[in-house]
Structure formats: C-alpha cells, structure tokens
C-alpha cells in the first residue's frame, strides 16, 4: 500500500505538471506576471519566509526531529499543483496561478537541494535525488505540457481534460489511502504537537501570502491559496526516496490532513468575495 501510495503521488505530479503546461500559452503565462513587485513578493514569500515559518514553528512546539523534516522538506517545496484546483474554486486567475506556479517550480529545483541541508542540523539528504526527482518528475513533465500548448494546441487541448482527470482521481486516492495505510501511526502522534504545529504553520502561511499580495485583491487571494499550498506530491516523492523514519512521512499527512479544513472554506469565502465584487462592478 505503502507503494502504491508512492505511485500515486509520481502520478499526479507527472500528470498535473503536464496539465499545468498544456493549459496557457507561454505569452498568457509571461503576460500575466508583468507586476514585478508583486512576483518579487510571492518569491519572497515561497523562498524566505515559508520556511523560516516553518523553521519557528518547529523550534516553538519542539517537534521531533523527523517531524521537523518533514515539515521542513514541504517548507522548502513551494508551489503545490492543486493549488490551480483550488485558485478555481475561488474563482481566481489561471494565468498568474499557472505563471507563478511555473517560476516557483523551476526555482525549488535549485534551492532546495540547497535549503534542506541547511535547515536539516544533523539529518543528511541527497542533493543529487532531490534534483533528480524535481527535474523528472515536475520540470520534464512542464515542458513536454508547454511544447505541446505550442507545437500541437489541436492536442494539448483535447488531452488536458483527461490529463487533469487523472491529477484528480490521483488527488481524492492520496486524501484517502496514506491516512487509511497509516492511521495508527497518526493516532500515535497526537501528543507530540504535531497537528497544532501544522495548523499554525498553515495559517501563518496563508496570512503571510495576505499581506504580501499587495493591493490587488484577486493577486492577494492567489498568493495566500499558494503560501498554503506547498508541493505536497513532490514532497511525498522527495522524502520516500531520502528518509526510512516513518516519522517523516507522517508530518506530510499530518499537514495533508490540517489544510482541508483550512483551505477549502477559504477558497469558498474567497469565491464569494469575487462573486460580490462581479456583482457591484456590473
């Protein structure tokens, strides 16, 4: 189960990325993400201060040091695929979700191979399969989707409904299966301020993408879904390939398991707000 769970996770990285490049034009991405102090923010935001968040989170509530890995690892993998999911659902824009999602990603390839040894005292990861598992399994995956917007749009068309169905369906086994595999384990973990520190770090996260978004309100909702977000899917490829402690993985779930009830009402609150604001300009 353990495996499949693992398959899972390559799948719907492989799949969202590919979705994620056959959605926009290169011109509507670049387009879109003009505002240079704003794109300087949201990378302020994803590269400093998530996990330096995520580094005083753990030191607060003293966590484990396989706990604190796991959290740092996701800390230091911004850009989560679902977040184009969730900027949809509350009616945000695609092209600056896509644009920022695309340049944080690329971005994670180089630093956090250089960010997890740093932050990680004591715990040793492999540089050379963290940049292998991002260039294969998240920049490959986003190029082939891009080339094709350009080269075969008749084709990136028709196959990104089916592409996205399969990031989805992905999406719904991983929510279901890792917590199903590993409920004991979670049980087990309650006492150790696991769930408290993930719900902080979540929080401060989404404030924290708030007051960096800047004065646009539909900028500022799709920085604060994006800081709440990070690459869950990458993550979960990233620690089963550098870490046998349980512990780690369990942190995932544990923040997997916190932002549902965080994220989902905020991007329907957010929804209305939007809905509000298209009602009064009309």
Same mark, same amino acid.
């Given at each position: 189960?353990?495996?499949?769970?693992?398959?899972?996770?390559?799948?719907?990285?492989?799949?969202?990325?590919?979705?994620?490049?056959?959605?926009?034009?290169?011109?509507?991405?670049?387009? #879109?993400?003009?505002?240079?102090?704003?794109?300087?923010?949201?990378?302020?935001?994803?590269?400093?201060?998530?996990?330096?968040?995520?580094?005083?989170?753990?030191?607060?509530?003293?966590?484990?040091?396989?706990?604190?890995?796991?959290?740092?690892?996701?800390?230091?993998?911004?850009?989560?695929?679902?977040?184009?999911?969730?900027?949809?659902?509350?009616?945000?824009?695609?092209?600056?979700?896509?644009?920022?999602?695309?340049?944080?990603?690329?971005?994670?390839?180089?630093?956090?191979?250089?960010?997890?040894?740093?932050?990680?005292?004591?715990?040793?990861? #492999?540089?050379?399969?963290?940049?292998?598992?991002?260039?294969?399994?998240?920049?490959?995956?986003?190029?082939?989707?891009?080339?094709?917007?350009?080269?075969?749009?008749?084709?990136?068309?028709?196959?990104?409904?089916?592409?996205?169905?399969?990031?989805?369906?992905?999406?719904?086994?991983?929510?279901?299966?890792?917590?199903?595999?590993?409920?004991?384990?979670?049980?087990?973990?309650?006492?150790?301020?696991?769930?408290?520190?993930?719900?902080?770090?979540?929080?401060?996260?989404?404030?924290?993408?708030?007051?960096?978004?800047?004065?646009?309100?539909?900028?500022?909702?799709?920085?604060?879904?994006?800081?709440?977000?990070?690459?869950?899917?990458?993550?979960?490829?990233?620690?089963?390939?550098?870490?046998?402690?349980?512990?780690?993985?369990?942190?995932?779930?544990?923040?997997?398991?916190?932002?549902?009830?965080?994220?989902?009402?905020?991007?329907?609150?957010?929804?209305?707000?939007?809905?509000?604001?298209?009602?009064?300009?009309?």
């Amino acid at each position: 189960m353990q495996i499949i769970g693992q398959l899972l996770a390559i799948v719907f990285v492989v799949s969202t990325m590919l979705g994620v490049g056959m959605l926009l034009s290169v011109r509507e991405i670049s387009s #879109s993400l003009t505002d240079r102090g704003w794109l300087a923010r949201a990378l302020l935001a994803n590269f400093v201060v998530l996990p330096a968040l995520a580094f005083g989170v753990a030191r607060l509530f003293q966590l484990d040091p396989m706990l604190t890995a796991g959290l740092m690892v996701l800390a230091t993998a911004p850009g989560g695929p679902v977040v184009i999911k969730l900027v949809a659902l509350a009616k945000g824009e695609p092209a600056i979700t896509v644009g920022l999602l695309i340049i944080v990603l690329v971005l994670a390839v180089f630093s956090q191979p250089v960010l997890l040894p740093l932050l990680l005292d004591g715990v040793h990861v #492999s540089a050379q399969s963290i940049v292998l598992t991002l260039i294969f399994t998240v920049l490959l995956p986003l190029l082939i989707g891009l080339v094709m917007r350009a080269r075969l749009p008749y084709w990136a068309t028709m196959l990104h409904n089916s592409v996205q169905g399969i990031s989805t369906l992905c999406t719904v086994l991983i929510c279901i299966l890792l917590p199903a595999v590993h409920w004991q384990e979670l049980l087990g973990i309650i006492g150790s301020h696991a769930f408290l520190a993930a719900f902080m770090f979540l929080l401060l996260a989404c404030l924290a993408g708030w007051l960096l978004g800047g004065p646009q309100p539909g900028r500022r909702r799709v920085l604060s879904i994006n800081c709440a977000q990070p690459n869950l899917a990458a993550a979960l490829v990233i620690v089963s390939q550098n870490f046998t402690d349980p512990r780690v993985i369990l942190m995932l779930l544990v923040i997997l398991l916190s932002s549902l009830p965080i994220l989902l009402p905020l991007c329907l609150f957010y929804a209305r707000q939007e809905q509000a604001a298209s009602r009064t300009a009309n």
